[in-house]
Nanobody
Framework: QVQLVESGGGLVQTGGSLRLSCVVS????????MGWFRQGPGKEREFVAA????????AYPDSTKGRFTISRDNAKNTVYLQMNSLKPEDTATYYC????????????????????WGQGTQVTVSS
């Protein structure tokens, strides 16, 4: 049974930083892309970042590019999201997700392509 557990969320002031972690257990980790998504109150789920199985390819939307960095440690079955220069609009519940397809070279930004999801971790950025 595949499980994803996020951690690292919290309350931070505008301009601050947080590092989210997601540990994946069950199944194989190092042949699947991983993604981070977020959902704020009353908003739709939004793509935040993704990384392919090897870590050699990443993708970000304009809203997080240059501020957020996704990385992975395949030896620890863990994916990270370093978030810098946080803004109030970054406030949301952040979810990590595991791709449904193996060996995907180019990451996907579409949440429907991800088969497994964590419970989420809350990030609140105060102004």
């Amino acid at each position: 049974q595949v499980q994803l557990v996020e951690s690292g969320g919290g309350l931070v002031q505008t301009g601050g930083s947080l590092r989210l972690s997601c540990v994946v257990s069950g199944g194989t980790f190092n042949i699947y892309a991983m993604g981070w998504f977020r959902q704020g109150p009353g908003k739709e789920r939004e793509f935040v970042a993704a990384i392919n199985w090897s870590g050699g390819s990443t993708a970000y939307p304009d809203s997080t590019k240059g501020r957020f960095t996704i990385s992975r440690d395949n030896a620890k079955n863990t994916v990270y999201l370093q978030m810098n220069s946080l803004k109030p609009e970054d406030t949301a519940t952040y979810y990590c997700a595991k791709d449904q397809a193996r060996w995907r070279a180019a990451v996907t930004r579409e949440w429907r392509e991800y088969a497994y999801w964590g419970q989420g971790t809350q990030v609140t950025v105060s102004s």
